[in-house]
């Protein structure tokens, strides 16, 4: 199975080089002009994910393009046929899933709570509140994370709210503040994931790496956590100022942060952006479900090529 390989090598020609500064600044300026402004900018009604037809896809292809990350609204309800987000995936060429140790047969995660098991001792299968993150941030190098799709089967009675934030923003965000927050953020030994134990053996074993990186390609890749738990973060001075900057701009009401629901036939496909989950409860309206598929590709034809 092939893998993206991750590049820490700065020297890419790319517009998120801190090196290539025109660049940057002609991308920035596309980038920002006509940014969604609301969640409802990144709704597009469908009618079936298996099957989108031109316009569906388009409309869908539009926003990935502009925010790597788009909502769509299906008329399919609480059907839950593990296609609709596989077979999404495929038509954006999402094919090469990261099946996790918890993920079920298809190799999507079922999201849901869980009362016995190994999958109660983690918190996305808790009604607890999930803190902003991007998936895989503990993923080795050669199976990162970079496109990721949620599906609702179905909501919780009530909670459950998802934060958005675009990774292409949060890295203008940050050099706008501090221009030498990038390159800082770039080293390769600056968040660190410990290993993870199971019956005094290492299941997952540690991970050191960068919180930006460039890919091959020129796009940018984001691996980020804000949990302060079985995190270590380098003690580089310009390092933590980086790092308390992203929190103070997760914590913020930036416009550029986006906040809804997804509710039953609803999903969200992108390019592994930033998010969060507020906590729920379920109840007789509601047993939250949603699946979730990680992938190791990139979405096809969105990313800096359309910049150029």
Known sequence: ??????SHDIQISSPFNPDEEAAYQEWRTRKLADYPTSIEDLLVPVTDPRHLDSAEYNAIQRRLQKANMAIYISRTGSDPDPQIPLALGRQFGARHLNHNWLSDDTGLTSLKVATDGVRRQYIPYSNRPIKWHTDGYYNRPDEQIHSLILHCVQSAGSGGENALLD?????????????????ALMGADVLTIPPRMSRNEVARREETGPVFSILPCGNLHMRFTIRTRHVIWSEDPIVRQAVSALNEILDS???YIFRGRLEPGMGLISNNILHDRAAFQDDEQGTRHLYRARYYDRLENTGIAQYR
């Open 1 to 6: 199975m092939p893998h993206t390989a991750v």
């Open 167 to 183: 990774h292409e923003i949060a890295y203008i965000l940050l050099r706008d503040r501090n221009p030498d927050f990038i390159p």
């Open 253 to 255: 009401d930036s416009p």
